[in-house]
């Protein structure tokens, strides 16, 4: 670790400050566009001074409350990135080996981060992508950049963290969220989730955004711009993702982004293609007799199984109900809702439960093994593509059971439950 000195805390950062700084730098944090309009400096965002006010001529920005209230007495600095690191001479400290196909892409993120580029991995899940960057990470951190691993939401982080120190022990690395880690300290590579990268400015080199797909980065314009200010002008974005949304498949179709397709897990095998059970006739309520039969069957091969649901309502009356028909059946429910959340999701680890109905808060970053999954009301309006192909990402995890089934159950074909089909065999079939 480098010799921290009070200054470096400072580093990229963008402060809130004061009317009586006297620092030549400072700039107002609210700009006034017209009489009725204003721009938050701090995340780009246009609000209507009206609807915020605190009094006759004070307002604040909405947007970025969570950060703390910006008004327009306020003042923001900015704080030159200083880089002052101390470089190990061999900063990886992982010693695993990649897959050939993972070597190709890890090369090719080395050559991106050489040429400041933006590229995509495009890496379906359980494939190893955190692995694939360590290479890259490794050479940012020989040339003394600043690193940030940026994820949407918390639990991606905190489950990076650990990995990141593991295999760079040599490296400054430090956790940054809104939930519990939140004391910042200067260190060579950040790991936060979107938000945090609000209070950054031009302070990263190399910036990888996981899970560039998911809520709630998807469609925000805040934390796109978060991204787009932490990073300095000169910089290499690397986005992750198992399931790339539109925004990004325009991007590739125009010729706007490079990508890189790791379509095989560890294993080898390929991902277990879902099957589609017609569901002719559903009564509220009741336990429908197709959804009865699965389960009966999985009961027999004493499968565990996950039941994706749309709604915690759904995921409580569905578990009552399986209860009801198959009473020797050891399954709970467990939702975003639930207190006992983890406690379960442990516990169906620990091979307590064979059966967990569960909302998509289950629908990524856990890892079970030999889990079928199916889907209830999978042509409900909840489950979109690229949610599909996550749940049905949980089955198929070992090379031993890569052969796990996947059932959507819906009463009609719809287009998101087509495309996820489709896209998982077309990444079946290497193209
Ligand atoms: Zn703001």
Request: proline share 4%; charged share 15%; with cysteine.
């Amino acid at each position: 670790m480098g010799d921290m000195v009070e200054s470096d805390n400072l580093s990229g950062r963008l402060v809130v400050t004061t009317a009586l700084d006297q620092h030549l730098e400072k700039f107002p944090a609210l700009i006034s566009l017209s009489k009725e309009q204003f721009k938050c400096q701090r995340c780009q965002m246009v609000n209507q001074k009206s609807l915020y006010s605190l009094t006759a001529d004070v307002f604040y920005c909405p947007d970025c409350l969570v950060l703390g209230r910006l008004t327009n007495q306020d003042y923001l600095l900015a704080y030159p990135e200083q880089n002052n690191f101390k470089i190990p001479l061999y900063p990886l400290s992982w010693r695993g080996t990649l897959t050939p196909k993972q070597q190709q892409i890890s090369q090719k993120l080395c050559q991106v981060q050489l040429a400041k580029q933006e590229h995509l991995v495009w890496a379906v899940t359980g494939s190893g992508k955190t692995e694939m960057l360590f290479a890259m990470i490794a050479q940012a951190v020989s040339q003394g950049e600043r690193i940030a691993l940026a994820a949407p939401r918390v639990d991606v982080c905190n489950e990076l963290y650990p990995r990141i120190q593991a295999a760079f022990n040599q490296v400054s690395v430090s956790l940054l969220h809104g939930q519990g880690a939140s004391t910042y300290q200067y260190s060579q590579i950040l790991i936060c989730t979107v938000h945090q990268l609000l209070k950054f400015r031009a302070a990263f080199d190399l910036l990888v955004l996981d899970e560039c797909d998911s809520y709630p980065y998807i469609n925000n314009p805040l934390l796109h711009q978060a991204v787009l200010q932490a990073v300095k002008p000169r910089h290499c974005l690397i986005y992750l993702s198992a399931t790339p949304s539109p925004e990004y498949l325009t991007r590739i179709q125009a010729g706007q982004l490079n990508y890189s397709l790791l379509n095989r897990r560890f294993h080898g095998h390929d991902l277990p293609k879902p099957q589609f059970c017609l569901v002719w006739k559903h009564n509220f309520g009741h336990l429908n007799y197709q959804l009865q039969r699965q389960i009966q069957f999985l009961i027999q091969q004493q499968q565990r199984f996950l039941l994706f649901v749309d709604s915690i309502r759904q995921a409580e009356l569905l578990s009552q109900l399986i209860k009801h028909h198959f009473p020797q059946l050891k399954q709970t429910f467990v939702h975003a809702k639930d207190p006992l959340r983890g406690q379960k999701v442990q516990e169906f680890r620990d091979n307590h439960w064979q059966a967990l109905v569960t909302t998509t808060i289950l629908e990524r970053g856990v890892t079970f093994y030999n889990i079928d999954v199916l889907v209830w009301q999978a042509d409900s309006q909840r489950f979109n593509v690229q949610t599909l192909i996550q749940i049905a990402g949980r089955a198929g995890r070992s090379a031993d059971h890569s052969d796990n089934q996947v059932i959507f159950f819906g009463q009609q074909y719809n287009s998101a439950i087509d495309q996820a089909i489709k896209q998982i065999e077309r990444l079946n079939h290497d193209v």
